[in-house]
């Protein structure tokens, strides 16, 4: 029971993991927070719904589709509304990325109702026995989406230009410039990689949750999973993410399952408290 339990952790927690994901990929390049990574996620389910339900598109297809309008959304975004006020004190950016998340919400509803629609998945719908736990291979395929996604955007940012580009602006965006780099650039493709993120994520929670408007409320436990993690800390989202969902699925087997609605909260208060910059966040020193 506690094997089968602990799987469905990881599962969930690979949800919390691609949003805590992108969440720190935006903050790493450009020091500021996006309210809107839930809402990201929601409306790119809600494309790749559009592709194969009504357009009649194969679900493969959809989904490659679905990624890269994602991709060119984020980029987008970035130019019309978050490069107007880039110079803009954070509280501004907060402010900004709120309001899109409520936008963007009520978009998806004006065009698609608030509705519950069940939503296809990637991977077969079938179980598999280990020793007394079964494990269902939807889960199983979520987590090894996750894995598959943090290796590709590792050798991203280790072994091409444009990684190299984002890795030196989330360090010094004036010693960027300074070098040549293309700071703007780098925002840019942030921001689809976050949106592409947020797409990935979109697709492996819709066939668990159903399809609504108001999946984005997901980006409560990727802030949890961000702050468990490091906050900005990649390696840490992952970590997080994971280890949040563990100790979300775990808790009602212990404790009252009214439990599970608080654990993100407790979460952040607990690490905080403890330990502030989390399990794999480093402190950063500013010289004035």
């Not at 880039?86 to 998806?108: D, Q």
């Amino acid at each position: 029971m506690l094997l089968q339990v602990i799987f469905s952790g990881l599962a969930t927690g690979s949800i919390y993991a691609l949003v805590a994901l992108g969440l720190a990929l935006i903050y790493n390049t450009t020091e500021h927070v996006n309210f809107a990574q839930g809402e990201m996620s929601m409306v790119s389910a809600f494309i790749g719904f559009t592709f194969f339900n009504y357009l009649g598109l194969s679900l493969p297809l959809a989904i490659l589709l679905t990624l890269l309008l994602s991709a060119l959304l984020g980029i987008v975004v970035e130019r019309l509304i978050i490069r107007r006020a880039i110079r803009a004190p954070h509280f501004n950016i907060f402010i900004i990325t709120l309001g899109l998340s409520i936008v963007m919400k009520s978009l998806a509803g004006f065009i698609w109702s608030h509705n519950d629609y069940p939503y296809p998945s990637i991977f077969p719908d079938k179980t598999i026995s280990i020793g007394s736990a079964t494990i269902d291979m939807i889960g199983l395929g979520n987590i090894g989406t996750t894995v598959v996604l943090m290796l590709l955007l590792f050798a991203f940012f280790k072994y091409t230009r444009y990684g190299t580009a984002m890795r030196a602006v989330s360090e010094s965006q004036n010693a960027a410039l300074l070098m040549g780099v293309d700071v703007h650039q780098s925002f840019a493709v942030t921001w689809a990689i976050s949106f592409l993120v947020a797409a990935v994520a979109g697709i492996l929670m819709a066939p668990v949750i159903f399809l609504s408007t108001h999946m984005g409320v997901v980006v409560i436990n990727g802030f949890a999973a961000a702050i468990l993690g490091g906050w900005g800390s990649i390696p840490g989202a992952i970590i997080g993410g994971l280890l949040l969902g563990v100790i979300d699925n775990v808790a009602p087997l212990y404790l009252p399952s009214q439990i599970k609605n608080i654990v993100p909260f407790m979460t952040i208060f607990i690490v905080l408290v403890i330990r502030p910059r989390g399990i794999m966040g480093v402190e950063r020193f500013t010289k004035v």
